[in-house]
T-cell receptor, first 114, second 109 residues
């Protein structure tokens, strides 16, 4: 099993460009998440999807959109990139029923906006 | 979601010294998860604490959940260079986690 995969690994954008970050999981998890990580800021939740067909805003949703394409895939779109969106983006997935909500993270996408 | 404050933000130790990071909240936490992130890597789940006063051990790592469920700690005995990284606590809310800012541990071999 690959776990959680993310593409691309690295990306450089110019201000105003758009792009989509892809995420897929093969663990049959119902919930998926997008985080951004900036130095000294920990992990901040951008959007999450508790189940196929639903999405909800997290702590820092402005400037982003998401699509839960199916149970496996959850994409994050930047419509008009800004330098403030330079960050490392992590996708994660988990079960959210039962005892443990342990999250499994992908390897991350390192995005630079110039 | 309930905010969790993590201290210290940075800790540098000599190899073999002990290390502790603390996670605090002003309100009662539902449960706490701990994650480790190696430099350049992604967060990896370590453990979950659910019960008041719970103590769990993983080799040299000891995790505690406070009696009032308002704080938690991770203690590493006799650090090794493989312990380098950032340790995060996270409070489990409804369908999502709220992460602390993390404690970055560096070790002098």
């Amino acid at each position: 099993n690959a776990g959680v995969t993310q593409t691309p690994k690295f990306q450089v954008l110019k201000t105003g460009q758009s792009m989509t970050l892809q995420c897929a999981q093969d663990m049959n998890h119902n919930s998926m998440y997008w985080y951004r990580q900036d130095p000294g800021m920990g992990l901040r939740l951008i959007y999450y999807s508790a189940s196929e067909g639903t999405t909800d805003k997290g702590e820092v949703p402005n400037g982003y959109n998401v699509s839960r394409l199916n149970k496996r895939e959850f994409s994050l779109r930047l419509e008009s990139a800004a330098p403030s969106q330079t960050s490392v983006y992590f996708c994660a997935s988990s079960w959210t029923s039962g005892y443990s909500y342990e999250q499994y993270f992908g390897p991350g996408t390192r995005l630079t906006v110039t | 979601g309930q905010q969790v404050m993590q201290i210290p933000q940075y800790q540098h130790v000599q190899e073999g010294e002990d290390f502790t990071t603390y996670c605090n909240s002003s309100t009662t936490l539902s449960n706490i998860q701990w994650y480790k992130q190696r430099p350049g890597g992604h967060p990896v789940f370590l453990i979950q604490l659910v019960k008041s006063g719970e103590v769990k051990k993983q080799k040299r790592l000891t995790f505690q959940f406070g009696e009032a469920k308002k704080n938690s700690s991770l203690h590493i005995t006799a650090t090794q260079t493989t312990d380098v990284g950032t340790y995060f606590c996270a409070n489990q809310g409804a369908q999502k986690l709220v992460f602390g800012q993390g404690t970055r541990l560096t070790i002098n071999p």
